[in-house]
């Protein structure tokens, strides 16, 4: 059965850091983009980063960009997303999912799908 699986989440101070892990089992992520997402209580689900297929471009979203990194590993069938300098705004439930390649320079976010079931991420002193 195809899914995938997002750890690494918890509890970090203000300016603290955090990896996220998506692990894919059932297929090969490094054929697909895929995409970061969160959701903060009360609010709609955003992407946040994104990287592509093929040539593993990246995008960032305008309020993580500089602090938040993604990568692949393909050997472990695993995307990270490193995320640096935390904000109690980066307070959300993180959500990654698979998407298609994508051109010219903006992460597709509403075309990606088959979501894993999160991991909560809580930034607080």
């Known amino acids: 059965q195809a899914q995938l699986v997002e750890s690494g989440g918890g509890l970090v101070q203000p300016g603290g850091s955090l990896r996220l892990s998506c692990a894919a089992s059932?297929?090969?992520?490094?054929?697909?983009?895929i995409g970061w997402f969160r959701q903060a209580p009360g609010k709609e689900r955003e992407g946040v980063s994104c990287?592509?297929?093929?040539?593993?471009?990246?995008y960032y979203t305008a309020s993580v960009e500089g602090r938040f990194t993604i990568s692949r590993d393909n050997a472990k069938n695993t995307v990270y997303l490193q995320m640096t300098s935390l904000k109690p705004e980066d307070t959300a439930v993180y959500y990654c999912?698979?998407?298609?390649?994508?051109?010219?320079?903006?992460?597709?976010?509403?075309?990606?799908?088959?979501w894993g079931q999160g991991t909560q991420v809580t930034v607080s002193s």
């Open positions: 990287i592509n297929s093929g040539d593993d471009s990246t």
């Open positions: 999912a698979t998407g298609p390649y994508w051109s010219g320079g903006y992460c597709p976010f509403p075309r990606f799908g088959s």
């Open positions: 059932g297929f090969t992520l490094e054929y697909y983009a």
